[in-house]
Nanobody
Framework: QVKVVQSGGGPAQAGGSLKLSCTTFGVTYIYSSMGWFRQAPGKEREGVLCITSQGRITEYTDSVKGRFTISRDNAKNTLYLQMNNTEPGDTAMYYC??????????????????WGQGTQVTVFS
């Protein structure tokens, strides 16, 4: 049974840092791309960053450029999102996603069981 389990997140002051983690269970991780998505209240879910098994990164939005970093540890089946210099506009529910292939696509390409449970990030000024 596939499980995608997230940890991290919470409140942060603007300019601060947070780190999100996402570990997969019951599925082969190393041949799949993994991504982070977020959804703010009243808005559609948007992609943040995605990384292939070989470390090729897709930036879905320019708003996090130079501030957020995506990485993965294939030995631990774990994906990370390092969030630095956070802004109030980063406030959202963040979701980890696993693709069933080794390239990055949009949220519509992620099947239900391959989403993480979500973790709230709230940045206050």
């Amino acid at each position: 049974q596939v499980k995608v389990v997230q940890s991290g997140g919470g409140p942060a002051q603007a300019g601060g840092s947070l780190k999100l983690s996402c570990t997969t269970f019951g599925v082969t991780y190393i041949y799949s791309s993994m991504g982070w998505f977020r959804q703010a209240p009243g808005k559609e879910r948007e992609g943040v960053l995605c990384i292939t098994s070989q470390g090729r990164i897709t930036e879905y939005t320019d708003s996090v450029k130079g501030r957020f970093t995506i990485s993965r540890d294939n030995a631990k089946n774990t994906l990370y999102l390092q969030m630095n210099n956070t802004e109030p506009g980063d406030t959202a529910m963040y979701y980890c996603a696993m693709f069933l292939y080794d390239y990055c696509r949009g949220a519509e390409a992620v099947r239900g069981p391959y989403w993480g449970q979500g973790t709230q990030v709230t940045v206050f000024s």
